[in-house]
C-alpha cells in the first residue's frame, strides 16, 4: 500500500526566504506526482504536476523535482511572500487509481 | 478548462437524515470521479471510485450503503451521506482526471469541497 510522508508538518519563516517542502512515497511505481495547495476551509489548487518520466517541473517561484528510484520529491519555493502561507499536499498516483497524499506541511510566512 | 464544480460548499444536517452531494464537470466529461474525505488535520483519503454507468467501487472500512454514489451521466456524480451521524462531519472533495485522450496523464481536477456538519 502507498505510503506518503510529507516533511516538516509546519514551517514558519520570514518573508523573503527560499524554503524546501519534502515529500517521499513507499512505492515508486507512479504514473504521476502532484504538488497542491490548499488553504483553510477550502478545496485543492493543483501547483505542479510532475510526470513519472520527469525529473523536474517550475511555475513561476515554485519548482518541484522527483526522484522516482528514491521515492522523493521536494517543492522549493523561491522569495516566499505572506501569500504563499497555506498547507501544501503532496499526492501521487494517476492511471485508473485516485490519489495519495500526504498529511501535508502547514507553511506560514511571516511579513 | 477541466473544471469540476462541488454544491453545496458547506452543510449543516440534523443527525439521520440524508445529505447528497453534486460534482458537476463543466466543460469536459469525466468518465471516472473520485471522492476523498479529509477529518481535522488529516490528510485527504480516497473513499471511493465512480465509473459512469457501472457501480463505485469502495475503498476498504466505507461503507456503500451508508455512502451512496451515483455517476448517471459523463458531467454529474453524487455522493448521498444517509442516515448521517456526528461522526461523518468531515470535508468532502471529488476529483476528475484531466484529459488523456492523448495518452498523457495530466493529472487530476478537484472540486471546491463540501464541509459537512451532522449534529
Known amino acids: 500500500k502507498q505510503e506518503v510522508t510529507q516533511i516538516p508538518a509546519a514551517l514558519s519563516v520570514p518573508e523573503g526566504e527560499n524554503l524546501v517542502l519534502n515529500c517521499s512515497f513507499t512505492d515508486s511505481a507512479i504514473y504521476n506526482l502532484q504538488w497542491f495547495r490548499q488553504d483553510p476551509g477550502k478545496g485543492l489548487t493543483s501547483l505542479l504536476l510532475i510526470q513519472s518520466s520527469q525529473r523536474e517541473q517550475t511555475s513561476g517561484r515554485l519548482n518541484a523535482s522527483l526522484d522516482k528510484s528514491s521515492g522523493r520529491s521536494t517543492l522549493y519555493i523561491a522569495a516566499s511572500q505572506p501569500g504563499d502561507s497555506a498547507t501544501y499536499l503532496c499526492a501521487v498516483g494517476g492511471g485508473a487509481d485516485g490519489l495519495t497524499f500526504g498529511k501535508g506541511t502547514h507553511l506560514i510566512i511571516q511579513p | 478548462g477541466a473544471v469540476v464544480s462541488q454544491h453545496p460548499s458547506w452543510v449543516i444536517c440534523k443527525s439521520g437524515t440524508s445529505v447528497k452531494i453534486e460534482c458537476r464537470s463543466l466543460?469536459?466529461?469525466?468518465?471516472?470521479m473520485f471522492w476523498y474525505r479529509q477529518f481535522p488535520k488529516q490528510s485527504l483519503m480516497l473513499m471511493a471510485t465512480?465509473?459512469?454507468?457501472?457501480?463505485?467501487?469502495?475503498e476498504q472500512g466505507v461503507e456503500k450503503d451508508k455512502f451512496l454514489i451515483n455517476h448517471a451521466s459523463l458531467t454529474l456524480s453524487t455522493l448521498t451521506v444517509t442516515s448521517a451521524h456526528p461522526e461523518d462531519s468531515s470535508f468532502y472533495i471529488c476529483s476528475a482526471p484531466r484529459d488523456r485522450s492523448s495518452g498523457m496523464d495530466y493529472g487530476y481536477t478537484f472540486g471546491s469541497g463540501t464541509r459537512l456538519t451532522v449534529v
Open positions: 466543460d469536459f466529461q469525466a468518465t471516472t
Open positions: 465512480s465509473n459512469e454507468g457501472s457501480k463505485a467501487t469502495y
